[in-house]
Each structure stands twice: as structure tokens, then as C-alpha cells.
């Protein structure tokens, strides 16, 4: 994870995770230029892969432009061409995290281009879906761009970040639900085992927000508690937490965690 | 879960939540100046808390939420404040 300390890898495989999926995302600020992303995809496919094997914990990652540089149409295209030579990296799962951010006419030029990559090379989908005020409209124009392509397969795509306002209308359309975890701007442990108990386990999973924002790596661990305190059962909650991840995941060959 | 059970796992932490938001409400009337539109808009979503069916985090959510439909031309910017503004901030 480029964004935190190696500490937080020893906390992860200490709290008993099997392994780490970090996507492609905004680097806090604007890259420069199409070299700086390559760098960035260096980064998550060779650098990092090996610092989290220090702790025993498999590294995975997505590449793309994240939404929120996605407004210069430009750049996007240029660091979408550069992709194509990453995707045989032994870690790398899919195409992600793509989406929108601001739910603009230029974002969703290059989600679209996103999708026809992730068609023709036959990659899994991870989407990011706008916060806050934006989520509920963004999420639909990512569904209804989606499902345009008829080349892709919802159930090779995972839409992250949903919340009560948005769960349903993912799970309806067959995409997998990504509940994130995060303190301020997303779903908190008790929130996210509300969903779970409402809307049901089947295409849901959890996942922790770790990035330069008050965010932490143990909060699907901590989720599991939450379930553990209502009193689901072992079994419901390895569903959740591990077996739901590892069945999207194991989609695609490379992800071989078991 | 029972609902006893519920609110013996609860309570405490939805009553402190609680009376955060009083304080925050407070703490704006104490404040100078004119509020922008997201006190309205949180006043608003306070309102869904008085719904008699369970989809109250929903309903808060949506009420905070943006509800047209079509892309809009350029991004304001790159941040999200959490409240929908109406579309005249476009």
C-alpha cells in the first residue's frame, strides 16, 4: 500500500489477513504527466509486491487512471495505452479502480475507454463509485455504462463503495457490492454488517480504505468482531470476509489465496 | 438480535452520536454570519430520521444526494462536501 507505513503489513498478516489488493488510485495530487503513471505502475507491480512479501502477505493490485484524474481526456488516453504491457505482471488482478468522481461528461469518456480495455483484454473490473453527494447519481451512470458494453459480464465486476442508498441497485443489476470501510466518508463496521443483514451475503464483500486519510487496514478484522458481538457464525462471517473475496477474485487464475 | 440486545450494544454509542449532533447545531447558532446551504440540507435530512420505516440511513443518504440524472460539463473540483448544492452551482 504506497500510502502507508510497512507497519501496517506486519498489523494486516498479525490480524490474520491472506492478502492485500491495492487499485490504482489518485496520488493526493495530479501526476505531471503519462511517465509519472508509469512509474506509479512499477511501483505497484514490482516494488510493492516485494515489500509486502517481507510480512508473508500476497500483494494484488488493479491499474488504470483513477476517476479523479480522469478529467484530462488527454492524459487518460495516454496512461490507458500504457496498460496493456502491465497486465501480464504476476500481480496484477484486473483493470481498477475506475469510475467517476464528479460525475462529469470527460470522466465518463474514460470509464468508457476503461471498459473497452478491460473487454478486450478480457481483465476484471473494479469500479470506484463518487462520495458523498455524488455517489447515488454517479453509480447509476456507472451501472447504466457498464451494462452498454455487452461484452462484459456483471458478475466480472465488482462496484466498491456502496452504501444503503446504493446496494441495491447493484446487487439488481448483478455486479458484485463492495462495501468499503472507512471512518468519515464511508460505511462504519456496524453499518456495513447492516447491509449484510438486510440485502443478504450473496456478490458482497468488505474491504478497507487505506490511504492517506484517516482510514485503517484492520477494519474488515474489526468488522468480523462486529459480526462476532451480533452473533453470526464463524462460518457466516468467513463467508463474508474471505470466501465471498477470494470467489471474485479466484476469476481471474493469478489470485490463488485458498 | 432482539431489540433489548440491540440496544444494550447501542445505545451509548448512538446516544453520544446524538448529542454530538446537538452540540453541532448549537455550535452553529452560536456561530457569526450567514450558513451556506449545507445547514439546510442537513436540517432536511434530519427530517428522514422521523420515518416510521426501517430505511432511515437510506433516506438520509438520499436526501443529501444529487438527484439529476445527466453528466454535468467540467468538474468544480475535485472534492465531494456533502450536500447536494442545487443546479445553479453548475
Not at chain 1, 461484452?151 to 446504493?166: A, F, L, M, Q, S
Not at chain 1, 453499518?191 to 450473496?202: H, K, L, N
Not at chain 2, 440524472?69 to 448544492?85: D, L, M, Q, Y
Request: some cysteine.
Amino acid at each position: 500500500m504506497v500510502s502507508r507505513v510497512t507497519d501496517d503489513y506486519e498489523a494486516m498478516i498479525t490480524a490474520g489477513c491472506r492478502a492485500v489488493c491495492e487499485p490504482a488510485f489518485w496520488a493526493g495530487y495530479d501526476r505531471s504527466g503519462p511517465q509519472g503513471f508509469y512509474d506509479y505502475f512499477c511501483q505497484l507491480t514490482d516494488y510493492e509486491p516485494k515489500r509486502a512479501a517481507k510480512f508473508l502477505l500476497p500483494h494484488f493490485t488493479w491499474l488504470c487512471i483513477n476517476p479523479k484524474e480522469s478529467e484530462d481526456v488527454k492524459l487518460a488516453e495516454d496512461v490507458i495505452a500504457l496498460i496493456p504491457q502491465f497486465l501480464d505482471r504476476p500481480n496484477v488482478l484486473g483493470i481498477g479502480e475506475i469510475g467517476l468522481n464528479k460525475n462529469t461528461r470527460n470522466e465518463l469518456k474514460v470509464l468508457e475507454q476503461h471498459i473497452d480495455l478491460a473487454a478486450r483484454y478480457d481483465q476484471l473490473i473494479l469500479v470506484h463509485t463518487p462520495h458523498l453527494e455524488d455517489k447515488f447519481k454517479g453509480t447509476r451512470l456507472i451501472l447504466d455504462a457498464i451494462l452498454a458494453d455487452k461484452r462484459i459480464k456483471p458478475d466480472r465486476v465488482i462496484i466498491d463503495h456502496v452504501e444503503e442508498h446504493t446496494i441495491q441497485m447493484v446487487l439488481d443489476a448483478g455486479f458484485w457490492a463492495g462495501i468499503t470501510l472507512y471512518p468519515e466518508s464511508k460505511t462504519t463496521p456496524a453499518r456495513a454488517v447492516d447491509m449484510f443483514e438486510v440485502y443478504g451475503g450473496q456478490r458482497v464483500w468488505l474491504n478497507s480504505a487505506c490511504d492517506w486519510g484517516r482510514s485503517d487496514p484492520l477494519a474488515v478484522p474489526k468488522t468480523a468482531i462486529e459480526m462476532r458481538r451480533r452473533g453470526h457464525s464463524d462460518e457466516t462471517i468467513d463467508r463474508l470476509v474471505f470466501q465471498n473475496p477470494a470467489q471474485f477474485l479466484g476469476q481471474n487464475p493469478r489470485f490463488t489465496v485458498r | 438480535m432482539t431489540r433489548q440486545q440491540i440496544l444494550d450494544l447501542y445505545f451509548m454509542d448512538a446516544r453520544s452520536k446524538l448529542i454530538d449532533i446537538a452540540a453541532f447545531l448549537d455550535r452553529v447558532d452560536r456561530g457569526e454570519g450567514e450558513p451556506d446551504f449545507r445547514l439546510a440540507e442537513f436540517r432536511k435530512a434530519l427530517g428522514e430520521l422521523n420515518r416510521g420505516e426501517p430505511v432511515r440511513a437510506r433516506s438520509v443518504l438520499l436526501a443529501l444526494s444529487d438527484p439529476t440524472t445527466e453528466p454535468i460539463p467540467k468538474a468544480p473540483g475535485k472534492g465531494a462536501v456533502g450536500a447536494w448544492p442545487g443546479s445553479a452551482a453548475h
